[in-house]
C-alpha cells in the first residue's frame, strides 16, 4: 500500500479552508502567516514560496519578510519582537538554516510560544514533551495524521525512529509516545541499525541517508513513514529504498509526494490553531 500524501494533504487543506470561511463569515478576519527569510538558499525560497501559495488558497494571509545574509541578529530580533506584538499577526516561522552570525536558539527563543507555528520553541517543546497542550512541530504531526490513517489504535505498537533531531526524531518520538507506542530512537552512534529497523511495526526516518533503509531492514507488516528529501543526482529521493520496499510492505509514503505535502498542510493547520486561541 502507498500512502498518497498528496491527497491527504489535499483533504486537510479542504477543511482548513471551509473552517476559515466559516470563521471569516462570523467574524470578518483573516489568519495571518508571516515567514522571515534570511539569505539566497535556494531550497529555502523554494519551501517558502510554496508555504505562501499554500496559505493564500487557504484563505490565510501571508507576508514574506526577506533579509539579505549578512543581516545583523538584533534587527531580526527587533522584527520578531514587532511581530510578536502585532494583533494581526496570527504566527511567525523564522526559515531554518541560518546564517552563521545568527544565532538559531536566540531567534527560535524570541519568537512568541503563542505564534510559534513551527512548535520550536523550547516553551512548546516542553509542553509536548509533558504530554501539555502545545503547537506540535509540523512535519513529525504530519507524519503522525498519516500514520492514523492506517492505524488507528497505536497503543502498544513499537515504534523506531531513525534521527534524532529537534524538527523530526524528537519531536516524533514525543508524539508516538503520547500514543502510547514502544518508541525505539536511533541514530548515527547506535550499534546494529538493522537489528533494531527490524522490530518496528512503525518506522520513521528522518535521518537524511539517501535509501538507508532497505527491504531486509523491514518487516513486511510495518508501517514506513520516509521524512527524507535527498537530492541524488537530478533526483530527489527519500531514506528508505522505496523501489526495493513498496511491493512487499503494509504501508508506505513515496518521496516525494508522502510527507512533505502534509508538512506545508499542518502549517497551516498551526496557524489557524494559533489564530483560534488568541485572536477571535
Ligand atoms: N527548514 C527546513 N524545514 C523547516 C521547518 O519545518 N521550519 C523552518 N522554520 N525552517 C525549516
Not at 478576519?29 to 538558499?41: E, Q, R, S, Y
Not at 541578529?73 to 494581526?88: H, M, Q, W
Not at 526524531?169 to 508516538?176: H, R, T
Not at 528529501?229 to 510492505?249: A, L, M, R, S, T
Request: with cysteine; glycine share 6%.
Amino acid at each position: 500500500m502507498i500512502i498518497d500524501g498528496k491527497k491527504e494533504a489535499a483533504n486537510l487543506r479542504e477543511e482548513i479552508k471551509n473552517e476559515i470561511l466559516e470563521i471569516k463569515k462570523r467574524i470578518n478576519k483573516n489568519p495571518n502567516l508571516t515567514v522571515i527569510l534570511i539569505g539566497d538558499f535556494t531550497p529555502s525560497q523554494i519551501y517558502v514560496r510554496n508555504k505562501e501559495k499554500n496559505s493564500k488558497e487557504v484563505g490565510i494571509t501571508s507576508n514574506i519578510i526577506k533579509y539579505p545574509k549578512e543581516v545583523k541578529e538584533k534587527e531580526v530580533l527587533n522584527k520578531i519582537n514587532e511581530l510578536n506584538n502585532d494583533k494581526n499577526i496570527s504566527g511567525i516561522l523564522v526559515q531554518l538554516p541560518l546564517p552563521e552570525q545568527i544565532s538559531k536558539e536566540k531567534i527560535i527563543n524570541a519568537i512568541d510560544p503563542k505564534k510559534d507555528v513551527d512548535g520550536f520553541n523550547p516553551i512548546n517543546v516542553g509542553n509536548l514533551a509533558s504530554g501539555y497542550k502545545s503547537i506540535v512541530p509540523c512535519t513529525p504531526l504530519g507524519c503522525l495524521l498519516l500514520i492514523k490513517k492506517f492505524e488507528k489504535n497505536l497503543s502498544g505498537k513499537h515504534a523506531v525512529i531513525i534521527g534524532r533531531s529537534n524538527l523530526n526524531g524528537k519531536p516524533m518520538a514525543q508524539l508516538l509516545l503520547k500514543e502510547n507506542c514502544t518508541v525505539t530512537v536511533v541514530h548515527s552512534k547506535t550499534n546494529n541499525l538493522q537489528e533494531e529497523c527490524l522490530k518496528a511495526d512503525i518506522l520513521v526516518a528522518a535521518v537524511g541517508v539517501p535509501n538507508l533503509v532497505k527491504k531486509d531492514w523491514v518487516k513486511s507488516s510495518a508501517i514506513v513513514i520516509d521524512v527524507g528529501i535527498n537530492k541524488v543526482g537530478d533526483k530527489i529521493v527519500g531514506d528508505v529504498n522505496f523501489e526495493e520496499i513498496k511491493d512487499n510492505i503494509k504501508a508506505i509514503t513515496p518521496v516525494p509526494g508522502g510527507v512533505g505535502p502534509m508538512t506545508i498542510a499542518c502549517l497551516l493547520k498551526n496557524t489557524l490553531e494559533c489564530f483560534k486561541a488568541h485572536q477571535i
